[in-house]
């Protein structure tokens, strides 16, 4: 026989009322016909989607962001790969200080880091908006690619790669055929780890747009401070279902979170 | 000939010598072994070897060519790995491919290759399989073949079979002596069990902290350590510290305090020298002290004793037995065991007494 918890039951179901509670009351708000957000709303309609594409700057800064956080994630891949690798394949002197500076993007506050970046970035050199917000954004993402690529190398057993070089192979070659197809999976969840890091980020984002280039969430903010109409709420729900399908491949690669605990 | 020589090596880890003026030579077509406990410099030696390692000073000649500086993508050698070390993502087949397909070979002949060298190792119809549906056994022999089909200049064996179960570790031991031989190799193997190296080996080299204690081909090793350490490790358990000389009825005889041993120098071995008597358990012979004459009392090569503990082993007993020159163990094939506390005499074949350097 099953002992029965009511009191887990009852605190389990309030738990998860209130982490979902606020998704489902956008993702209803979202379908309301009124001109303000409503809950709950007065019948259905689907004309907030539609304003998603009637209001342009939502598509071109969805589009921008994914720019951003696409190219960016090549530019974190390309010194986060050769990174994680050292800091796992090898040990030297200040090591650990090199992993503790890869990783300080997240133990930094993010309105500091942007605020720096504001500062450093694009007054001090100059640099075009848009080169600016990839750089910010290679920046906060960098950590992540560095440490779930890390974990998927930390069992990782270089002999192979070690066999693959007495079999004649260069070191970069050994790196391409052999290392690399077997943490395949490993990248890929931080690729989208740190795709969707990215893609929602708001505190470096803000000191980094400029005049007629804005990522989505940070149009979001300002059509926010403008109107009140559910179209947030129809571009949230847009949103969680992209993030949703993100997570659902994760899911399927790293057999979830469980990947990150182990160890 | 000589193929490979390592002179005056030196190995450090960070700034912690692990060899120091090491030197090595191996004739062609011999499989000379690496044998000594963990952290001796075994495995040391045979990655510097192998290039994974460069050596802080020293010379490593290879086929009259100097490989000191050589990479290890450019010397051809094969590498076994203890943990196999098969691409997880290839399949048997393309496993044993990778070294050819990387010397830019033309696929019909990569081919051929793998197809025949899959057969030497009894692996044919395993091409599809990937390495973790293999049993350990053939996954050491996809591990075997693909160091093999690349016709290495020299084997190494980085304790190929310890993850092994023993039946098994028998088995591919033979199968990798056969194949050595056959196929004319030259190959270092490393390993800390004493069997298994003995038993396929030209040449043994027995190590410790670094340095080779004794190279020697296997039959003379086991039967001639010429250090204590050497005989140690292989099993001589009793030591007889000598200190002195005495002529005795039969010639010279060495002696601890008044007990007189006649023993048998080898080769080169002067009669100047501190030396120390080594005998394995399976050489003493005990015999209750009441079955003895004075007469028989009175010879050398004895010494008498007290059983302190005996245990049966299957096809013989272990007697400890305490003397007056300290204990000794005995093994003994018996059919009524003598117990302890029985007072025992204590024989040591003069012709099995090895003396060894201390």
Redesign the interface.
């Known amino acids: 026989m099953k002992e029965k918890h009511y009191g887990l039951a009852i605190f389990s179901t309030l738990v998860f009322i209130f982490l979902l509670g606020p998704l489902v009351i956008i993702s209803v708000t979202s379908f309301g016909p009124g001109t303000v957000l409503k809950f709950p709303p007065d019948g259905f309609s689907l004309k907030w989607y539609q304003n998603i594409w009637a209001v342009d700057m939502f598509p071109k800064t969805f589009v921008t962001s994914i720019i951003i956080s696409l190219l960016g994630n090549l530019l974190a891949l390309i010194l986060g790969v050769p990174a994680a690798y050292a800091l796992s394949r090898y040990h030297f002197r200040g090591r650990d200080l090199l992993n503790a500076i890869f990783l300080s993007p997240v133990l930094i506050p993010g309105i500091v880091l942007g605020f720096t970046m504001l500062k450093y970035v694009l007054v001090m050199y100059q640099l075009p908006i848009y080169a600016g917000l990839l750089v910010g954004h290679t920046v906060i993402m960098l950590p992540f690619i560095i440490r779930v690529i890390g974990s998927s190398l930390s069992n990782f057993?270089f002999?192979?790669e070690?066999?693959?070089?007495?079999?004649?192979?260069?070191r970069l070659?050994a790196f391409f055929?052999?290392v690399l197809?077997?943490i395949r999976s490993g990248i890929m969840a931080a690729v989208l780890i740190a795709f969707l890091e990215s893609f929602n980020n708001v505190d470096i984002s803000v000191f980094m747009t400029g005049p007629g280039i804005s990522t989505l969430p940070i149009q979001m903010l300002t059509y926010v401070q403008n109107y009140f109409d559910p179209t947030i709420a129809a571009i949230s729900v847009v949103l969680m279902i992209l993030t949703g399908l993100l997570m659902f491949v994760i899911e399927r690669l790293m057999g979830g979170l469980a990947y990150f605990t182990k160890r | 000939m000589t193929l490979l020589s390592l002179e005056q090596v030196s190995v450090a880890y960070d700034n912690h010598l692990i060899l120091e003026n090491f030197d090595l030579k191996l004739e062609e077509g011999k499989l000379l072994s690496l044998l000594g406990p963990s952290g001796c410099g075994k495995t040391t030696t045979l990655r510097l070897i192998?290039?994974?390692l460069e050596a802080k000073g020293g010379k490593f000649m290879f086929d009259g060519r100097d490989y000191t500086h050589l990479p290890?993508?450019k010397?051809?050698?094969?590498?076994v790995?203890q943990?196999y070390?098969?691409?997880?993502?290839l399949s048997v087949y393309d496993n044993v491919a990778?070294?050819l397909r990387?010397?830019k070979m033309k696929e019909g002949q990569v081919k051929e290759k793998v197809l025949r060298m899959l057969d030497i190792v009894s692996l044919n119809g395993f091409e599809k399989r990937f390495p973790q549906e293999l049993s350990g056994g053939q996954r050491q022999r996809v591990?075997i073949a693909?160091?093999l089909v690349?016709e290495p200049d020299l084997l190494l064996f980085d304790e190929p079979l310890s993850n092994l179960d023993a039946n098994l570790r028998v088995t591919m031991r033979v199968e990798i002596r056969r194949l050595q031989q056959e196929l004319g190799m030259t190959a270092v193997y490393v390993s800390h069990d004493q069997e298994e190296c003995f038993s396929i080996s030209d040449q043994v080299a027995i190590m410790n902290a670094g340095k080779i204690e004794q190279l020697g081909a296997p039959t003379d090793i086991y039967q001639y350590p010429k250090t204590e350490y050497v005989a140690r490790f292989i099993g001589f358990n009793n030591f007889l510290v000598f200190d002195g000389t005495r002529q005795g009825n039969t010639g010279l005889e060495w002696t601890i305090g008044d007990y007189g041993f006649d023993v048998q120098l080898q080769a080169g071995q002067s009669t100047a020298n501190t030396y120390k008597g080594a005998i394995r358990p399976e050489d003493l012979r005990i015999i209750p002290l009441g079955q003895l004459t004075d007469l028989q009392k009175s010879l050398s090569n004895q010494v008498p004793g007290t059983v302190k503990v005996s245990t049966y082993l299957g096809r013989s007993y272990q007697f400890e037995v305490q003397t007056a020159l300290g204990a000794f163990t005995v093994n003994q094939e018996m059919d009524i065991p003598i117990a302890p506390g029985q007072q025992v005499m204590i024989t040591f074949p003069a012709d099995k007494i090895v003396m060894v350097a201390q």
């Open positions: 057993d002999s192979i070690e066999a693959a070089v007495s079999l004649g192979a260069g070659q055929r052999v197809p077997n | 192998a290039g994974f290890v993508n010397r051809n050698f094969g590498f790995f943990s070390a098969l691409f997880p993502h990778f070294g990387l010397r591990a693909r160091a690349i």
